[in-house]
């Protein structure tokens, strides 16, 4: 028998893995010629798979031979719209693909009329053994039409949306899941425009695979400052059970722990480097998530040739910004998910690759639409108000004024003396509670033995009424009777705002995480239905939306924007009707004031759209959060003249990463376009959902 322009021929072994689930293939296009699946392969009358124990599985036809080859499904499956099925069973490690020209009679053939009943998974493995094939081959085509079919029915409802917490997901997002596990088989850029929630796509992708027993272990790897924040959304919001690379759990589990949990989620840079690597790469994952995958643009580096290694089933690249520079990153990203998609970078960049950038562009565009889903905002639907913000710039008392500056000196002083983790730690929470407020202060300087210490807690203690909180009276009269939401970072700052407020005859309750859950619903109620003020701690507002409300005071800041940023995302998000109002607190001479000045002159903090933050502090943040960066600038320099020239350099720095990253959203709008998006490809018949109106 001749071979198949796939390279497979009679007896050939393909390794497959079986996990049944039967479902429907009766969508498949009737006029579809079987010959051409068989291509090549001479006029077979039923396609048989062996498997190890050399057992038969049958591809039935139930017509006469003439019937199969050169006629449609329906010539195959008979004008009465009998029935044929496709069913894998395995029972050794390698089975064998056979192609027979002998018949026989199917025993007990379903009798669902005008309908194949197919195996899903065994399907897809069957053609992810073929995958080799080019991607103009009838084959391959036939591949992606089937699994684009099959799945239909089957993701018409959503299995995950059962596990959600305190989330809804937008349709869009839906529509991503379903497109992913469909046409896209498992391996996918996600490149939406930052702040249309990537991490919940990816998030849905793996709860559903999940729920249909299709993926067992799954490593998720990302920057370094994103581990925490992934486990803990996958936790809150999916219910996902993992452990994270820092948890007791791994650490117990060495020297291999890579193995070992569900879900697993760890740094690019901790696992591409040994003795991790070798561990890693010995395994094979079911799903393999990488966020912020630009970082895979090139080629040549240990972290593109390490995920080019791995061994996944299924894999998703997140990335708001595929292109950075050039069409190369793109090529590389590409090939990583499937090699070949875009053919050898030689062709790939006579076709596409101008002086100017690209050309072609609708050509390349097709391409990608087997391999990348970008929704952009205008796409979506989703609009949000306007928000405005105010910093008040608050002068200190004389006393406030030498307890900030006794400080400064003091954290300057011993950071340069290159203290330990520990110490560290210690001068920066000393640093963020003197912005805060006295009370915070005195607080963190409690428990402490060292004299300059105690002297500023004695200072301290002279301190009445804060001028901050005096300010902040100010703020809470021209509220004119307005709700509120006022953050601070600190416990002792949330004591005294509550007691100050008590006295001057505001009502208030309050917000933070030594609450219960009951106590912190019965919060929010009280505050949406009885009393004017919210004071709450970023800990406790996790997960809260309180979008009834529109006027945020930041009676602190934290030196991180995307803290920022989180704050007003409890209020301004979709469902908030009205213009939200930002008022930000700083006392002068403070770390926050000078922070607040580069920010709002430099990135114009508050104009960002949502997301566009954490995409600027990326390159900054390398190795440490943007928190170290800030304290480094400003504890490393001599005086506070020599820490505000620092803190000037940085908003350069932030000023420059702002500017590139406009840049790279102007390229990949000017490449991708709006092709990519599930409301641009025309998606009803892929996924079951009916088309949004006006989309």
Not at 190 to 202: M, Q, W
Not at 290 to 298: G, K, M, P, T, V
Not at 630 to 636: E, I, K, L, Q, Y
Request: net charge negative; glycine share 8%.
């Amino acid at each position: 028998m001749d071979s198949s322009p796939t390279g497979l021929a009679a007896g050939d072994e393909v390794a497959i893995e079986i996990d049944p689930e039967w479902l429907p293939l009766d969508a498949l296009p009737a006029e579809r010629s079987v010959g051409e699946l068989l291509q090549g392969l001479g006029r077979p009358r039923r396609l048989i798979l062996r498997d190890g124990g050399g057992r038969e599985v049958l591809l039935a036809a139930d017509q006469e031979p003439d019937l199969v080859i050169g006629a449609g499904l329906s010539g195959m499956i008979g004008p009465q719209g009998r029935e044929a099925r496709l069913r894998i069973i395995s029972t050794g490690d390698t089975p064998v693909l056979e192609l027979a020209t002998s018949s026989r009679p199917v025993p007990e053939v379903p009798q669902t009329a005008g309908r194949i009943v197919i195996e899903r998974t065994g399907l897809e493995l069957l053609f992810e053994a073929l995958r080799g094939v080019h991607r103009d081959d009838p084959l391959s085509d036939l591949h992606g039409r089937a699994m684009e079919l099959s799945l239909a029915q089957a993701l018409d409802v959503l299995m995950c949306e059962n596990q959600l917490r305190e989330l809804t997901p937008f349709d869009y997002q839906r529509r991503v899941v379903r497109r992913v596990m469909g046409r896209m088989r498992g391996h996918v850029i996600l490149a939406d425009e930052v702040g249309l929630g990537k991490t919940i796509e990816a998030a849905m992708t793996l709860l559903e695979y999940q729920a249909r027993g299709l993926v067992k272990k799954t490593l998720i790897l990302t920057p370094p400052t994103l581990v925490g924040q992934w486990g803990e959304e996958l936790r809150r919001h999916f219910g996902v059970s993992l452990v994270m690379q820092d948890e007791p759990p791994f650490r117990d589990a060495l020297p291999d722990p890579w193995y070992r949990f569900p879900t697993l989620i760890a740094s690019l840079a901790t696992a591409k480097r040994e003795p991790h690597r070798s561990l890693v790469l010995a395994r094979e994952y079911d799903l393999v998530i990488i966020d912020e995958a630009h970082h895979l643009r090139n080629a040549t580096t240990q972290a593109w040739k390490f995920v080019n290694q791995l061994r996944k089933r299924f894999m998703l690249l997140l990335t708001a910004t595929p292109i950075q520079n050039d069409l190369k990153e793109l090529f590389n990203l590409v090939t990583l998910l499937r090699p070949g998609q875009l053919g050898t970078f030689k062709s790939f960049k006579g076709r596409f690759v101008a002086a100017d950038g690209a050309k072609n562009v609708g050509e390349l565009r097709q391409l990608l639409e087997g391999v990348m889903i970008r929704n952009r905002r205008s796409d979506t639907g989703l609009a949000l108000p306007p928000r405005t913000a105010h910093t008040v710039s608050v002068q200190p008392s004389t006393t406030e004024a030498e307890v900030y500056g006794r400080l400064g000196a003091l954290v300057r002083r011993r950071h340069r003396g290159q203290p330990g983790a520990h110490e560290t730690m210690r001068l920066r929470m000393l640093q963020l509670a003197g912005g805060s407020s006295p009370a915070a202060l005195a607080a963190t300087l409690a428990a402490s033995t060292d004299p300059e210490l105690e002297s500023l807690r004695t200072l301290l203690a002279t301190v009445d009424v804060p001028a901050k909180t005096l300010r902040f009276l100010q703020v809470l009269q021209e509220l004119d009777g307005e709700k509120a939401v006022i953050f601070t970072q600190f416990r002792a700052t949330l004591d005294h705002l509550a007691a100050f407020v008590e006295r001057t005859g505001f009502g208030a309750c309050l917000f933070h995480g030594g609450l219960s859950r009951l106590e912190k619903d019965r919060s929010v109620a009280r505050f949406e239905q009885e009393v004017q003020l919210l004071i709450c701690t970023e800990s406790g507002s996790e997960g809260r939306n309180l979008q009834f409300c529109r006027n945020l005071v930041n009676f602190d800041l934290p030196w991180n924007p995307m803290r920022i940023e989180q704050r007003l995302g409890r209020l301004h998000r979709i469902g908030q009707t009205r213009e939200v109002r930002v008022t930000n607190l700083v006392t002068a001479g403070t770390l926050e004031h000078d922070l607040i000045d580069v920010l709002e002159r430099k990135l114009d903090l508050f104009a960002l759209v949502v997301g566009e933050m954490d995409m600027i502090l990326g390159d900054l943040e390398e190795e440490t959060g943007f928190e170290e960066v800030v304290f480094d600038a400003w504890a490393g320099a001599a005086d506070e003249v020599a820490a505000r020239a620092s803190m000037e350099a940085l908003g350069d720095r932030l000023h420059e990463a702002k500017k590139a990253f406009r840049f790279q959203q102007e390229l990949n709008e000017s490449i991708l376009g709006d092709r990519l998006g599930v409301e641009g490809q025309g998606d009803a018949p892929e996924d079951g959902a009916q088309p949004q109106e006006g989309g």
